[in-house]
C-alpha cells in the first residue's frame, strides 16, 4: 500500500545539511484540512547567511505564516532548506523575500507572508517583509510579535 509519506526523501532518516538554498529539497504533504481557513506559523529565531561582499555572518529571525491550500510544508524539509542559507551569501531583502517565493512556489497557499528581522549589520537593523496578497477576509492572525531593534535602549 502506498502512502504520501513514502514519497518523501527527508523525514525519519539521516539528513545532511543542504549545500546552498538552489540544492535544498522542499517536500510537500497534502493538507488534512483542505478547504477550512486557519493559519500555520513557523518562528525560526537563529537563522543565519553571509553578506555576500564580506563574508561575515549575517542573523535573523524570520517569521512564516501561511494559510494552506492543498499542501502543507513537510517541517523537516523546511529546517533544512532554511539551514541551507548558513554559508549562502545573499543580501537580506534576497534571503527573505527569495525564501518566501521558493515556499509560495513549492505548496500553493492561499496566502503567505514572511518577515525577516534582520540584526545590526553596521550599526542599522533591517527587516524584510514579504507577501503574496491580501490576507484572505475572516482570517485570525496574530501580530508577528517580534519587537523592533532598541539595541542597549
Do not use: N
Given at each position: 500500500m502506498t502512502h504520501y509519506t513514502d514519497a518523501l526523501t527527508q523525514l525519519g532518516a539521516r539528513t545532511d545539511l543542504p549545500a546552498s538554498p538552489d540544492r535544498a529539497v522542499l517536500e510537500r504533504v497534502p493538507n488534512p484540512q483542505a478547504g477550512e481557513?486557519?493559519?500555520?506559523?513557523?518562528?525560526?529565531?537563529?537563522?543565519?547567511?553571509l553578506c555576500p561582499?564580506?563574508?561575515?555572518?549575517?542573523?535573523?529571525?524570520?517569521?512564516?505564516?501561511?494559510?494552506?491550500?492543498?499542501?502543507?510544508?513537510e517541517s523537516k524539509s523546511l529546517k533544512l532548506f532554511l539551514g541551507s542559507f548558513r554559508n549562502h551569501g545573499a543580501f537580506h531583502e534576497d534571503?527573505?523575500?527569495?525564501?518566501?517565493?521558493?515556499?509560495?512556489?513549492?505548496?500553493?497557499?492561499q496566502w503567505l507572508r514572511?518577515?525577516?528581522?534582520?540584526?545590526?549589520?553596521?550599526?542599522?537593523?533591517?527587516?524584510?517583509?514579504?507577501q503574496t496578497g491580501a490576507a484572505p477576509a475572516g482570517l485570525w492572525l496574530p501580530d508577528q510579535g517580534v519587537a523592533g531593534y532598541r539595541g542597549r535602549g
Open positions: 481557513l486557519y493559519a500555520v506559523r513557523f518562528t525560526q529565531p537563529e537563522f543565519t547567511s561582499i564580506t563574508g561575515q555572518p549575517d542573523f535573523a529571525h524570520l517569521v512564516i505564516d501561511y494559510v494552506p491550500g492543498d499542501w502543507l510544508v534571503c527573505t523575500v527569495g525564501i518566501g517565493k521558493r515556499l509560495a512556489e513549492t505548496i500553493a497557499p514572511i518577515g525577516g528581522y534582520w540584526y545590526p549589520r553596521g550599526g542599522m537593523p533591517i527587516d524584510v517583509f514579504w
